[in-house]
């Protein structure tokens, strides 16, 4: 009898945390609400404690084998540091780090490559964490900028880099536009970015629509770009030279997500240090991320790479008049 009152107390906070899951999304309202979010993950600090200094997926390899969940961060950005040919590029080449988190990919461009690094966020307390965590004599700084609004002048940065940035943007085109403006002419855009399949070609069906509903209102995200799409409103910006090169890699950053979750299995010690609250805020992560993998592993969401090179022949004129175009 008294297995049978345990299991239904279960059963009974288990529905219970499904309704305030479910009841209590944090959807996108404004730039506001992603800052706010992320202020206060970087605040109390439980992010950085199991996700290390790269708040983005880890790279598994081809095809995916077991791997240390913060050694597989890293190569993640020298997976994509490759695929971009950036380590091609000369120590000095300025970079721009858009959507910058705390500052892990930043340093690894900084350290390793001899780049010089900016970092944007719009979490004025991931620019503190970042400037915190990068030694003085690493070439990377930090500071609040919106990546719809960017603050550089035009041509200002060698290659324009992006992590997992987009899905928190409204505005994909003007997202697209931005990077490509503050590019120099000949430079290299490579990013990086948690995308939908592509629903002009397969419409989503009857369980993918309530998921990609929950996979955008519990992590503040207003929409996720197709791959096809996202590199079409690239090369609508009219700065491309050529075409816009993409790749797939889902296979290689699908072990992430329940990695994510196994983090906290295999380090309770992070409970102990954040306390109650902190379990309860961590846990109330799990249902998304397995979502995420759900997701991911359907081919409801695909991992998509993205690499463009502005035009060296661009003039002035038609780049005012591409961003004038995007604004309107």
């Known amino acids: 009898m008294y297995l049978y009152y345990t299991l239904g107390f279960i059963a009974v906070v288990l529905v219970i945390g499904i309704l305030v899951y479910l009841l209590t999304p944090r959807s996108y309202e404004s730039s506001d609400t992603v800052a706010t979010s992320y202020d206060e993950w970087t605040q109390d600090g439980i992010l950085e404690f199991y996700w290390g200094e790269h708040i983005h997926l880890g790279h598994y390899g081809s095809p995916p084998r077991r791997k ?23 120590r000095g080449t300025t970079v721009l780090d858009v959507g910058c988190g705390i500052g892990g990919s930043s340093r690894i461009l ?38 719809l609004n960017l603050s550089f002048p035009d041509n200002s940065f060698d290659v324009v880099w992006s992590i997992e940035a987009g899905p928190h943007m409204p505005d994909k085109a003007k997202y697209a536009s931005e990077m490509m403006r503050v590019l120099k002419p000949g430079g290299i855009l490579v990013v990086a970015d948690w995308n939908q399949r592509d629903d002009r070609q397969k ?5 993918e629509k309530p998921v990609m509903r929950q996979l955008l209102d519990q992590w ?39 990695e994510s979750i196994w983090q906290g299995i295999v380090r309770p010690q992070g409970f102990i240090q954040f ?29 998509g790479m993205f690499r463009a090179i502005k035009s060296p022949s661009v003039s002035q004129s038609t780049q005012t008049a591409t961003s004038e175009t995007v604004n309107v």
């Open 68 to 90: 240390d969940f913060l050694e597989a961060k890293a190569d993640f950005v020298h997976e994509m540091v490759k695929w971009g040919g950036l380590d091609k590029l000369s």
């Open 110 to 147: 900084a350290k390793e490559y001899g780049f010089q690094t900016t970092g944007v966020t719009i979490s004025p307390k991931q620019v503190q964490r970042a400037t915190e965590l990068t030694p003085e004599d690493v070439t990377a700084k930090f500071q609040v900028d919106d990546a």
């Open 203 to 207: 419409p989503l069906n009857f369980w």
């Open 220 to 258: 503040s995200h207003p929409s996720f770009s197709s791959i096809e799409g996202f590199s079409e409103q690239i090369e609508a910006t009219g700065l491309v030279e050529g075409k816009v090169i993409t790749a797939d890699w889902t296979k290689e950053t699908l072990p992430s997500w329940l």
């Open 275 to 303: 306390g109650f609250s902190g379990f309860i805020k961590s846990l109330r992560e799990v249902p998304t991320m397995l979502l995420m993998r759900l997701g991911f592993g359907a081919g409801l969401c695909r991992f």
